[in-house]
């Protein structure tokens, strides 16, 4: 499923007769085509070198946001690579939490809080990524 995925996400361009003459985008018209289109345009700058500022949604993320989104794709990578919610919360909130009894661990806010980061960023990961680049 993962392979199907990927594939249909994927991107292509063309450019032709080459990267610096010519060069085309194409975007769906959709809920998202004026961030795309804004993305798009910062896009073609940076391949002509004119170009050094951030992406118009990198340039919209907060320094406090930016640190919120790359925890919750932390946890999500993470939780993708099989690790445990205790895991998680050791190495990403306290070393202390991975040696925590189970028993202990069952009741802790932060085990409440690694699964509101993973439901999170599961959402971010299938799809909820395109409200935060819409701004929402």
Do not use: N
Request: net charge positive.
């Amino acid at each position: 499923r993962q392979d199907r995925l990927s594939e249909a996400l994927r991107c292509r361009l063309r450019f032709e007769p080459d990267l610096l003459r010519h060069g085309a985008i194409l975007l769906p018209r959709e809920r998202y085509s004026t961030i795309r289109a804004q993305t798009a345009q910062w896009f073609m700058k940076r391949l002509a070198g004119r170009g050094i500022e951030p992406s118009p949604e990198a340039a919209r993320l907060t320094p406090f946001r930016r640190r919120r989104l790359m925890t919750l794709l932390q946890a999500h990578d993470m939780r993708t690579a099989g690790c445990s919610s205790r895991m998680i919360a050791g190495r990403l909130i306290d070393p202390e939490l991975e040696v925590l009894p189970a028993v202990d661990w069952g009741d802790r806010k932060e085990r409440r809080q690694i699964r509101r980061w993973i439901a999170e960023a599961a959402k971010l990961v299938h799809g909820g990524y395109r409200d935060l680049l819409h701004g929402s």
